[in-house]
């Protein structure tokens, strides 16, 4: 594979794959419904005036294919550490599962409790910055019924900002602030249900375009 192309490589194998594996792999459909934490409409925060605790003093950032995919292209792939589990134990996972979590992602390496990235109290990397860090202080929770996979949109806990969030009061309208955030952690949960199926029934492939160093040994 030629060098910096790493993204355009995965995204022809994603194409490549009629419905990622889902009907060899006998995947579950599923309707999704999104719910959102009440008072979440007209929820803000601001970064720069923040102690960063996203940045620092947490075990680690998980990445998804995607992920390594732009860090590959820029040439950041030295600062990830650990592989995705057995393609086997993740597609026994989504078998059991209808609301799909990445088990065990790569992560970037974090030094002294703090992301290797951030550095003099900003993000040395933010426009490759990973998914997850991108959606931060929303997140995506899920709950299992048993015909829905049900997601609500909340404020992470560790934000500073968090209990500001008992401030508001249930609104007719989402702001597009707020919408942004919604699209962006609807975008990462696809791509954590792509990494998933990639790695649990496409690593031979995944292996030919490079990222054999990101997946266990069967």
């Not at 009907?23 to 601001?46: H, P, V, Y």
Request: with cysteine; glycine share 4%; proline share 6%.
């Amino acid at each position: 594979m030629k060098p910096n192309n790493a993204l355009a490589e995965l995204e022809k194998l994603w194409q490549k794959i009629p419905s990622a594996g889902a009907s060899s792999a006998g995947a579950k459909k599923t309707k999704t419904k999104l719910l959102f934490q009440e008072g979440i409409e007209n929820f803000s925060f601001d970064c720069s005036v923040c102690p960063k605790p996203c940045c620092e003093n947490q075990a680690g950032i998980n990445l998804l294919l995607k992920d390594v995919a732009v860090l590959k292209d820029n040439g950041l792939t030295d600062k990830i550490v650990g592989r995705y589990d057995p393609a086997s134990k993740i597609a026994e996972f989504l078998e059991k599962s209808k609301c799909e979590k990445v088990p065990n992602e790569p992560g970037i390496l974090h030094v002294a409790d703090r992301c290797i990235f951030f550095s003099r109290g900003r993000c040395d990397i933010y426009p490759y910055r990973p998914l997850v860090c991108r959606t931060f202080p929303f997140i995506l929770e899920s709950a299992v019924s048993r015909d829905d996979c049900v997601y609500k949109l909340k404020v992470s806990s560790r934000c500073p900002f968090s209990h500001k969030i008992e401030e508001f009061h249930v609104a007719k309208e989402i702001s597009p602030f707020i919408k942004g955030f919604m699209e962006a952690a609807l975008a990462e949960q696809v791509e954590c249900d792509r990494t998933l199926k990639l790695v649990a029934y496409y690593s031979q492939e995944l292996r030919k375009i490079s990222f054999s160093q990101y997946l266990a040994p069967e």
